[in-house]
């Protein structure tokens, strides 16, 4: 059996959240099985990919699966999840979209995000050699480094997409070393930039900041990652063109978790963070930040929900000479545990009813906490996975979204019609495609204005 399981429903009087739970072991032999099971454990359904699960596998609305996997034959940089091949799959296995992006330069890694107009964000690693790299102000560096990319591909057939947007770390970087040598400055005056010199350069690989998990909100237009080896989780604008992205606007919009990497004084907060993401509006504390802070500086894990010093423009606050920090007081959502302590993989969701699902990767182990931090459901499995999701059971049931609602928020609006516009032309399978025809254009657009409002 791939799963097995100690499932707790209804603990001191409690109640679990009522949906279906996905996720796929990390490696061993199970690695390209994805499956759904609900509160009992029991097994709803299962897809085999073509190849070993890189990160985290998620459903779309009509029960569809989006996974991203290692690709196939040789890659550049074999770091820790490995990916560059993305495989959409219909509820009933089929294979929907098998796209593979990965060369001698570029190599995608742990996480994917859908977004609302049907295309897909994707975190990369991208080669500079020791030269560039020593160009740009790096001390000690024997052999390549492996900056940050984050990458949007537009599906455009079967086995094709295009990059349609494109974010570069390295276009934001900053070096007090040497006058001589570009991008130098004072670190503290600007925690826009990263500091080159900052970060781990794994062993053999060249994976420099680790980034595992990355999400975007479609009202701000941004994206958040968290990157482990920094032990802080950055926000960036997607609301910009990719030339613009590589300039000024593309500098960090806010980051939290160890000040010290930009060298201003606070608190060593995060450790070894993973799986940051927004929660999802109209739930409990939608538009607040969770994240699983693996915490290896103490033994213990912490679950954490904060509240950013988000500005009406979009920007965030940060004073004189302090760091970036949370909306001062205490955290939204706290849990810490020495039994629930993971020092790799790890994530955290907000659940419809209020609750939060947490994942121990490596203990193998899901927990879903009601607001006190009450244990309402355990769920183990025998292989170490990185992140399960909790999503309802309406998921499943293509009716639920109504005709114009892209991007699953049961309310037709301008979101929508962005998103429609945002992918003009040649779309295959692409939610923004209304009516099915391969293309979104104009008709697509009535469409929306049709629908528009609340969805029955």
């Known amino acids: 059996m791939f799963f097995t399981s100690l499932f707790v429903v209804g603990l001191l009087g409690f109640a679990p959240y009522d949906g279906v739970t996905l996720f796929n072991a990390n490696n061993g032999p199970d690695a390209d099985r994805t499956v759904l099971i609900d509160n009992n454990g029991q097994l709803l359904n299962e ?10 596998p998620y459903l779309l609305q009509g029960g569809d699966l989006l996974r991203p996997c290692k690709a196939q034959g040789s890659i550049p940089m074999n770091g820790a999840a490995a990916g560059g091949r993305i495989q959409k799959f219909s509820y009933d296995g089929d294979v929907l979209w098998d796209f593979t992006f ?58 094709s997409g295009e990059i349609v ?50 999400d975007y909100h479609p009202t701000l237009d941004q994206i958040v990652f968290s990157s482990n080896s920094l032990d802080e989780i950055f926000i960036i604008d997607h609301g910009i063109t990719t030339e613009e992205a590589a300039g000024p606007a593309g500098d960090f919009l806010y980051r939290w978790g160890n000040p010290s990497n930009y060298e201003r004084t606070g608190t060593h907060v995060l450790w070894n963070v993973h799986g940051v993401n927004w929660i999802d509006d109209g739930l409990s504390g939608e538009g607040n930040l969770l994240l699983f802070n693996n915490g290896n500086d103490d033994g213990s894990s912490d679950l954490i929900e904060f509240v950013t010093p988000l500005q009406p423009d979009g920007s965030y606050e940060i004073s004189n000479n302090n760091p970036y920090a949370p909306v001062p007081g205490d955290y939204v959502f706290f849990y810490e545990s020495n039994d629930f302590h993971g020092d790799h993989l790890c994530g955290v969701y907000r659940l419809p009813n209020g609750n939060t699902i947490g994942t121990n990767g490596p203990g193998s182990e899901i927990r879903e906490l ?5 244990i ?14 909790k999503y309802p059971w309406e998921i499943l049931d293509p009716e639920i979204q109504c005709n114009g609602d892209i991007n699953g928020d049961n309310v037709v609006n301008v979101v929508d019609l962005l998103a429609v516009i945002e992918v003009w032309g040649e779309c295959v399978a692409c939610d923004a495609d209304i009516n099915n025809d391969g293309y979104v254009n104009v008709t697509d657009l009535l469409g929306i204005v049709d629908a528009w409002g609340a969805c029955p």
């Open 165 to 214: 947007w494109e974010w570069h770390l390295w276009d934001h970087i900053i070096q007090d070393i040497s006058s001589s040598l570009p991008n130098y400055g004072i670190i503290s005056q600007h925690p826009e930039k990263l500091d080159i010199n900052k970060g781990i350069l794994h062993p053999q690989n060249g994976d420099w900041i680790h980034v595992n998990a990355l």
């Open 376 to 389: 309402e459901w355990q769920y183990y499995t025998p292989d170490s996975i990185m992140r399960a999701v």
């Open 102 to 159: 990965s060369d001698q330069n570029n190599q995608p890694h742990h996480d994917i995000c859908a977004m609302p107009n049907g295309n897909v964000l994707m975190v990369a690693w991208e080669r500079k050699t020791q030269s560039q790299g020593t160009a740009a102000g790096r001390q000690s560096l024997n052999g390549e480094i492996w900056p940050t990319q984050i990458l949007e591909v537009m599906p455009t057939g079967q086995t």
């Open 47 to 56: 897809w085999f990919g073509a190849g070993t699960i890189a990160a985290t």
């Open 370 to 374: 009601n607001s006190t931090g009450q």
